[in-house]
């Protein structure tokens, strides 16, 4: 049975298809408000995301006070590091031999920046989709530095490419163009739980948004879960509530019809 949303003390919020419209390449002004809104009521906004900080310019961020990126490998506040998990250097050189061999290209994600090592149709065209330009750099980097999430641009059915390659990754996607490698024990849903303890919070306590199946852990880990009319099927199956797309005031309209706004 779901929470009752009198109790919610937290949201927790995906990026891109639940802030982020593709279609209006930025967060529609009713999401806006409605963070704002959650945040002056006494719940507290948490971003959940796939992206790197330095990928969260499009948003207004200015109600969120904790963060987590890299699909939960880097947890922060403003003033603090609360969790950091690179990936193993022996996957990471696997994911860059495979791309230097041509199988797919790839985009390395460290802290502070990111480089793919080449781009084909499908590369360009999800830099369109997300309004975003990948800059082409020297794959070997990633060797040198740690990487706390990298894009391989494949379709789900060469998923074994990496994986069978690999010991320690998990791959996570809301699309068919890539998919989001994350170290094995990451991902959204431990990330929700280790913030929910360190709030000291219970997940009847907390709401999350989403719209992609690295959003299902997410939504399973909490008290109400939201997924976007936008959002995949899989995601839909198991949320407790879909409301509309993100470009028709999903956000704002699921928060009204809760009673937290």
Same mark, same amino acid.
């Given at each position: 049975?779901?929470?009752?949303?009198?109790?919610?003390?937290?949201?927790?919020?995906?990026?891109?298809?639940?802030?982020?419209?593709?279609?209006?390449?930025?967060?529609?002004?009713?999401?806006?408000?409605?963070?704002?809104?959650?945040?002056?009521?006494?719940?507290?906004?948490?971003?959940?995301?796939?992206?790197?900080?330095?990928?969260?310019?499009?948003?207004?961020?200015?109600?969120?006070?904790?963060?987590?990126?890299?699909n939960g490998a880097l947890c922060y506040t403003h003033d603090e590091v609360l969790y950091?998990?690179?990936?193993?250097?022996?996957?990471?050189?696997?994911?860059?031999?495979? $791309?230097?061999?041509?199988?797919?290209?790839?985009? &390395?994600? /460290?802290?502070?920046?990111?480089?793919?090592?080449?781009? +084909? =149709? *499908?590369? $360009?065209?999800?830099?369109?989709?997300?309004?975003? &330009?990948? /800059?082409?750099?020297?794959?070997?980097?990633?060797?040198? +530095? =740690? *990487?706390?999430?990298?894009?391989?641009?494949?379709?789900?059915?060469?998923?074994?490419?990496?994986?069978?390659?690999?010991?320690?990754v998990e791959l996570a996607r809301w699309t068919d163009a890539f998919c989001d490698v994350?170290?094995?024990?990451?991902?959204?849903?431990?990330?929700?739980?280790?913030?929910?303890?360190?709030?000291?919070?219970?997940?009847?306590?907390?709401?999350?948004?989403?719209?992609?199946?690295?959003?299902?852990?997410?939504?399973?880990?909490?008290?109400?879960?939201?997924?976007?009319?936008?959002g995949m099927d899989s995601l839909k199956q198991i949320a407790d509530i879909v409301t509309?797309?993100?470009?028709?005031?999903?956000?704002?309209?699921?928060?009204?019809?809760?009673?937290?706004?």
């Amino acid at each position: 049975m779901a929470a009752d949303p009198k109790d919610i003390k937290v949201a927790f919020f995906d990026v891109d298809g639940t802030l982020f419209s593709f279609k209006e390449k930025g967060e529609p002004e009713s999401t806006k408000r409605a963070v704002r809104a959650l945040a002056a009521n006494g719940i507290m906004p948490v971003l959940a995301t796939g992206r790197a900080p330095y990928m969260l310019g499009s948003l207004d961020l200015k109600p969120f006070s904790v963060f987590i990126t890299f699909n939960g490998a880097l947890c922060y506040t403003h003033d603090e590091v609360l969790y950091s998990h690179p990936h193993d250097k022996r996957d990471v050189e696997i994911a860059v031999r495979q $791309t230097e061999a041509g199988l797919y290209p790839c985009l &390395f994600i /460290e802290k502070d920046r990111c480089y793919i090592s080449y781009k +084909n =149709d *499908i590369v $360009t065209n999800h830099e369109k989709r997300v309004d975003m &330009f990948f /800059e082409i750099g020297d794959p070997e980097q990633a060797l040198d +530095n =740690d *990487i706390y999430l990298f894009n391989s641009f494949f379709p789900p059915k060469d998923d074994h490419i990496l994986t069978d390659a690999t010991d320690n990754v998990e791959l996570a996607r809301w699309t068919d163009a890539f998919c989001d490698v994350i170290p094995k024990g990451g991902g959204k849903e431990p990330a929700v739980k280790r913030m929910l303890s360190m709030l000291g919070l219970s997940p009847e306590q907390a709401i999350a948004f989403g719209d992609g199946g690295n959003d299902e852990g997410m939504l399973r880990s909490v008290g109400l879960g939201v997924a976007m009319g936008n959002g995949m099927d899989s995601l839909k199956q198991i949320a407790d509530i879909v409301t509309d797309d993100v470009d028709n005031d999903g956000i704002w309209n699921a928060c009204v019809k809760l009673g937290l706004i």
